[in-house]
């Protein structure tokens, strides 16, 4: 391993934690100062998608943005069906039967996206962080806590935006109560509902 600023092999090891998936050191460069972070984590689940042009390309999850169109002509139907016109995601943005898979762009706000995909991103990184501490995919525990695909293609962008910024504080709460939520107790999954981040 090489610092990424000088590309000095000299570095040394901070702090070492142990994050259960995957382990977290510290690194300083004994020459530049540099300081960064590296992640270990054992490599057993590998999936490859299959490009048109032959090639296999390991992916661990596929963001696919689709600028404003609401179809998925790319995506088997049975993964996101598409009811009039609204593609079946939870939030928006998550298929609810599988992990590490994500959409972005398909709300179809009423006057340009560009500052909503911004707001968005946020809390999208949050998901795509949450999930690999969650075991079921992340829309199936909305689901349970009564989030729905959405109703129409309009976006009202502050709701959006708003929506956003409280999935983003929301997400670690939803991660900790995982398991309640999904054993499905109604008093829990009521109390949940106060917190809805979407
Ligand atoms: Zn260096």
Redo the contacts with the bound molecule.
């Keep these: 391993m090489r ?6 092999e ?1 570095l040394r090891v901070l702090e070492t934690r142990d994050l259960d998936e995957a382990i977290r050191r510290r690194r300083e ?6 300081r960064f972070t590296t992640f270990e984590r054992i490599d057993v689940l590998r999936l490859y998608v299959l490009k048109r042009d032959g090639r296999r390309e390991p992916y661990d999850l596929v963001v696919a943005a689709t600028g404003y169109h609401l179809r998925v002509p790319f995506v088997p139907s049975d993964v996101v069906p598409v009811i009039d016109e609204i593609p079946q995601l939870i939030a928006g943005v998550l298929p609810e039967r599988y992990k590490n898979f994500y959409f972005t762009s398909f709300g179809q706000p009423r006057y340009g996206a560009g500052p909503l995909i911004t707001a968005g991103a946020k809390a999208l990184v949050a998901m795509i962080r949450a999930q690999p501490q969650m075991e079921h995919p992340i829309g199936a525990v909305l689901r349970r806590l009564g989030e729905g695909p959405p109703l129409t293609a309009l976006a009202d962008p502050f709701q959006m935006m708003r929506r956003s910024a409280r999935a983003v504080k929301m997400m670690p709460r939803i991660v900790a109560r995982e398991a309640a939520i999904m054993r499905a107790n109604s008093s829990v999954t009521a109390t949940m509902q106060l917190f809805r981040p979407w």
């Excluded at 610092?3 to 000095?8: A, D, M, R, V």
């Excluded at 460069?29 to 540099?34: L, S």
């Design positions: 610092c990424p600023t000088c590309k000095s000299d460069c004994a020459v530049c100062g540099r």
